[in-house]
């Protein structure tokens, strides 16, 4: 499944969100034949700021959010991979922000965590599970998540370890 769009604001900001294959050479064999066998594709979730240095407006988000719920509800056979960006800034993020003393990456955690629960509720969607994933190293972190269905929490869990595992490496 391949899919890109792209959101542009009155503001002169534009965003291209791509839904891709995730790169699963890296996970195990087992996790790569678990996938196949079970005829399921794991999709990374790509957001890139094309243009522009404005806070991104609430409307923005939902309709990101949206767009890529009604993808995942049109393929039944997708896990959704998101690692959150740590190399961009967060435009007008400075010290006087209550958010401030959180890294950039796990404050694309929260936001994400945020715009999942609150599509969830808005809703009423049941069945479906955001799986965070915290890999802490030395004086950093890295922040991933899984959407899948509850029927896939297996696979899910499995992914998870794998993860885990491959970065402990």
Known sequence: MFSTFSVSTKEGDEYRISLLPAPIENLSKEINELLS????????????????????????????????????????????YYICDDCNPIPARNGNSKNRNFTVQEYRSILFTHLFQTYINSHNVTGIFDNPIIIRGVGYAYYMHLIARKSEIDIVRKITNDIKEGFGK
């Open 37 to 80: 066998d079970r005829h399921i594709e794991l999709i990374e979730i790509i957001i890139d700021r094309i243009e522009g240095k404005n806070i991104t407006s609430q409307k923005v988000l939902h309709y990101i959010s949206n767009k890529i719920a009604d993808l995942f509800a049109e393929n039944p056979n997708i896990i959704l």
